[in-house]
C-alpha cells in the first residue's frame, strides 16, 4: 500500500505563498502518476493539478501562472508551489496518488489533507 502524507498548509494573506509537500511510502513512487485537489466548504473534490510518470503536468485553469506541480522520486515526495494565492484557493488540499495495477485496475490512493487558508 501506498501512505501518503501531506504538509506544509498554513494561514497565508492574499498574494502570499505556500508550498505543499507530500510525501509517499510503499514501493514504486516513479510509476505513479501524482495529483493535488482541494476541496473547499460545501464543494465537491476538484482537481488542481497532475504530473505524470514523464513529467507532463496538467494545471486547471484557475491555478495556471500560479502554481507549480513537482516531484522528486529520489525523496518519493510531491510538492505544490502556490504563489500569488487568492482567498478562492482556501480549502483542504489532498494529494492523490494513481497508477495501473497489472494492467487490470487503478490503484488510487489519497493523504488526509492539508488545510490552506488565505484570508486577510
Known amino acids: 500500500q501506498v501512505q501518503l502524507v501531506e504538509s506544509g498548509g498554513g494561514l497565508v494573506h492574499p498574494g502570499g505563498s505556500l508550498r505543499l509537500s507530500c510525501a509517499a511510502s510503499?514501493?514504486?513512487?516513479?510509476?505513479?502518476?501524482m495529483g493535488w485537489y482541494r476541496q473547499a466548504p460545501g464543494k465537491q473534490r476538484e482537481l488542481v493539478a497532475t504530473?505524470?510518470?514523464?513529467?507532463?503536468?496538467n494545471y486547471a485553469d484557475s491555478v495556471k501562472g500560479r502554481f507549480t506541480i513537482s516531484r522528486d522520486n529520489a525523496k518519493n515526495t510531491v510538492y505544490l508551489q502556490m504563489n500569488s494565492l487568492k482567498p478562492e484557493d482556501t480549502a483542504l488540499y489532498y494529494c492523490?496518488?494513481?497508477?495501473?495495477?497489472?494492467?487490470?485496475?487503478?490503484?488510487?490512493?489519497w493523504g488526509q489533507g492539508t488545510q490552506v487558508t488565505v484570508s486577510s
Open positions: 492523490n496518488a494513481k497508477r495501473l495495477y497489472s494492467g487490470l485496475q487503478m490503484l488510487d490512493y
Open positions: 510503499g514501493s514504486f513512487f516513479s510509476l505513479y502518476t
Open positions: 504530473i505524470t510518470i514523464g513529467g507532463t503536468t
